[in-house]
């Protein structure tokens, strides 16, 4: 069992290890529900678009944006973005066309009153634009849309091919918040993967975005690649922490080839962690990161006790989305580019993941997208309770109830009694009028929210494991 301290910072949380492999099977992580599986290309494109314009008339409410910048010199084997590999550098102009010509048709959908409390650039790489491109690119933007003065915006680093001039772009359209891939940084493993990064590039970039003005950087880290070991992955987190990040992201790898057929490629010398061997990583990162300090904030998430995410997440304030933890409420997002998926209220819908495609639908005029999901008021009030699950110490049945507009516990009166063998492991606790996360249930939240899920029975396979 996890040691059950308020906020965990610096005593590391020792976990069951039977517990982890007891709920080490496949679920969504939920950065939507329903999830993305279920958008459907016979989604009525006229009532996605009607609920986009229905949130125009609160022109108080907050806008998030997303752009999807796809492009990468080289490919990594692991990698599960949707990424076009290229290392003709023109392309980025084209694509910044497509992107103005999308955000164009998206104009009149959107009331310009709105303003945007968050905006995030990610890929593929952000990093793959030259200086003069990513000018232009916040210039589109700006151009468009009124932003708060404490707007979030944030962009995805590879630290092999950024510059300062790179850097210095970003900042200079307003980005505060870098997150640098990383993954692992034993050399062996470097190589497995096809993504050679020599720590001290890696350290070099964080200086140079330091130096530039962010003010706070994200680490991602891989566990379950080729030819990691406890000890390896253990130098890792400590060669990662000497870079003093403000979060970190610990992810499992999805090994999915049928999906993504260059994963294939890892399988070669079967290198590959096994399933007892991969949990036993995780637990060594929540271990190592936790002793060091940083407070978990849920699944695989960690930031340093003074960052916004984890003064929010002590308070009950998290939110997520596509993007995962966040602290901004009540945005909805409006994702461009190839793949980018956009959430309303009401809806979500994804472009198409075709870059041919989605150049062709742009050039014609026609938004580009491919499939969607509009909600029913089932949907929405499941949403609701599995955001909360998945982000709140303590899920409070009043606060539910307010939000869903029932009374969540005569609604949903077989789902908490499904909660009986969590409780007994010792994932959560029931109060009265609410359910209390325990600091091992923070690590599990998946397993919890799943029992709020009917649509997993039929298809947990196309999932990745919880751990
Ligand atoms: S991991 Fe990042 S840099 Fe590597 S192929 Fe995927 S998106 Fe590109």
Redesign the pocket.
Same mark, same amino acid.
């Given at each position: 069992m996890i040691a059950d301290t308020p906020d965990s910072v610096a005593t590391p949380l020792a976990l069951d290890f039977d517990l982890l492999r007891k709920y080490d099977r496949p679920g969504p992580r939920y950065t939507s529900y329903p999830t993305a599986p279920k958008f459907t290309e016979t989604a009525d494109q006229a009532a996605l678009l009607d609920a986009v314009a229905r949130e125009n008339l609160d022109p108080e409410r907050p806008l998030s944006l997303y752009f999807h910048l796809p492009f @990468?010199e080289s =490919? #990594?084997w692991f @990698?599960g #973005?949707t990424?076009v590999i290229t290392r003709r550098h023109d392309v980025a102009g084209d694509y910044l066309d497509h992107l103005e010509r999308e955000l164009d048709l998206m104009q009149p959908w959107l009331n310009s009153a709105r303003r945007v409390t968050q905006l995030h650039f990610g !890929? !593929?790489?952000p990093t793959f634009l030259a200086p003069a491109e990513i000018r232009r690119l916040g210039e589109m933007i700006h151009a468009r849309h009124q932003f708060t003065p404490d707007a979030e915006i944030s962009v995805e680093i590879?630290p092999r091919r950024l510059t300062p001039a790179q850097a210095q772009a970003y900042h200079d359209l307003g980005c505060r918040r870098a997150s640098l891939?990383v993954q692992d940084t034993d050399p062996r493993v470097q190589v497995a993967i096809h =993504?050679v990064q020599p720590l001290a590039q890696t350290r070099e970039a964080v200086r140079v975005l330091r130096d530039t003005g962010y003010t706070s950087l994200g680490i991602d880290l891989i566990y379950g690649l080729p030819y990691q070991t406890e000890a390896s992955f253990a130098r890792t987190i400590d060669e990662v922490l000497s870079l003093r990040p403000d979060r970190l992201s610990v992810f499992s790898y999805a090994h999915v080839p049928w999906i993504k057929p260059a994963q294939k490629i890892l399988e070669r010398d079967q290198a590959l962690p096994s399933p007892e061997l991969k949990l036993r990583l995780f637990e060594l990162a929540l271990r190592r990161l936790t002793a060091a300090g940083l407070v978990h904030i849920g699944m695989d998430h960690f930031a340093r006790p003074e960052d916004e995410l984890a003064a929010a997440a002590r308070t009950d304030h998290l939110h997520r989305n596509f993007q995962g933890y966040s602290t901004r409420a009540g945005a909805s997002l409006h994702a461009f580019g190839m793949s980018a998926i956009s959430q309303t209220e009401h809806t979500y819908h994804q472009n198409t993941r075709d870059l041919a495609a989605y150049r062709e639908a742009v050039s014609a005029g026609r938004l580009p997208i491919e499939r969607g999901l509009v909600l029913t008021d089932e949907d929405r009030r499941r949403r609701t309770i599995i955001m909360r699950v998945m982000c709140d110490r303590r899920v409070d049945f009043a606060d539910l109830s307010a939000r869903i507009g029932t009374d969540f516990e005569t609604a949903y009166a077989p789902e908490l009694a499904s909660l009986d063998d969590l409780a007994a492991d010792g994932l959560l606790r029931r109060v009265p009028g609410a359910l209390e996360i325990t600091p091992a249930g923070a690590v599990l939240r998946r397993i919890i929210a799943m029992r709020f899920d009917p649509s997993l029975a039929a298809d947990e396979t196309r999932y990745s494991r919880t751990i």
């Open positions: @990468c =490919r #990594c @990698c #973005c990424t !890929g !593929g790489s590879d891939g =993504r």
